[in-house]
C-alpha cells in the first residue's frame, strides 16, 4: 500500500515536467525552433497537422503556436486571420488555467500583445478610433487589465517632471541608470508609458524622454531608428533589443552594465515588471538578443 502511494505521487509530477517540457518531445521541440527562426508558415503547417491528431489535439504548446504563427502571417497576408489567431488564443487560455505555460512562452505570446497594441495606435492615428476601440476591447478580453485606450494611442509619454540634461556624456549615463533604478517595481502595463506601469518600449521611451531624448514608441522603432553597436561596445544607457529576428524585435531594454562587463539590462519584463536581468549567458535572454544600440553620442 504504502508503495504504490509512493509510485502514484512520483508519477503525477513526471507526467506534469513532462506536459511541459520541450526538450522531450522533438514535435513541439522543432515548432519552437520554426517559430524562433520566423519561419511562421512552417508552423502554422505543422501545428495545423498535429493538432488533427489523437495525440497533439489537446496540447495547449500546439494551440498557442499555431494561432501565434497565424498572427505573425495576417499582418502581410489576407490569406490569413487574426480574429482566428486570438479565438486560439483564447482557446490555449483556457486550458492553461494555472498559467504556467503562459509564464513559459511569455516572450513569444508578447509578439501578439505587442502587435496589438501596436494595431490599436495605428488605427487610431489613422482616424480609424472605431476600429481601434474595437481591437483594444478584443485585447483587453484576452490578457485582461490593462491601461486605458487614452493612454495606449498617446504616442508620447507625459513626464512628470522637465527633461534632465548632463553635458557630460558619462555622467549623463550615469543619471540615466540612477533614475530608471527608481522605477524598479512598477508593474508591467500593455502599452504602459508613465508611472502607473510600463510596456518594454513605453520604460525606454519614459526614462530617456526623461533625459531629453525623444524616441519613438516601439521597440522595434527604437531598433530601427538608432545606430548599431557590438555588444562589446554596450555600456550604461545603451539599448539592447530581442525577437526572433531584426524585422521582428518583441523587447528592448537599457543596458545597466558599463563596459566589458557582464551585461545586465534594466526593463519592463512581463512577469515582474521594472527589474534588472542578466543577459549575458542566460538561456533564456542570450538565444534572443538581436544587437544593440546607441541613443547618446559621446
Known sequence: MQLSMKLHFIFIPLLFLSSLSFSQNKNLDNIEMYYDQGNYKKVFKRSKKLLKTD??????TLILFHGLAEYQLSKTSKKYSANNAYDNYEKFANKDLDGLFRLKFDIYIYDMQLGMVNDIRHLNNGGNERKALKTYD????????????????????????????????KGQREDIISYAKKHIGTPYLYGGNSKKGFDCSGFTQYVLGHHGYNLPRTAQSQGDNYAKIKSSEATKGDLVLFGSSKKNI????????????????????????????NIENDVYWTPKIQYFVRIIKD
Not at 55 to 60: A, G, L, V
Request: aromatic share 6%; hydrophobic share 30%; no cysteine.
Open 55 to 60: 495525440e497533439y489535439k489537446n496540447s495547449p
Open 138 to 169: 478584443k485585447f483587453t478580453s484576452l490578457f485582461g487589465e490593462t491601461i486605458p485606450f487614452e493612454e495606449i494611442t498617446a504616442n508620447a509619454p507625459v513626464l512628470e517632471e522637465s527633461p534632465e540634461s548632463t553635458i557630460n556624456k
Open 250 to 277: 518583441s523587447h528592448v531594454g537599457i543596458i545597466s552594465s558599463e563596459k566589458g562587463e557582464s551585461i545586465t539590462m534594466i526593463h519592463a519584463s512581463s512577469s515582474k515588471g521594472i527589474m534588472i536581468s
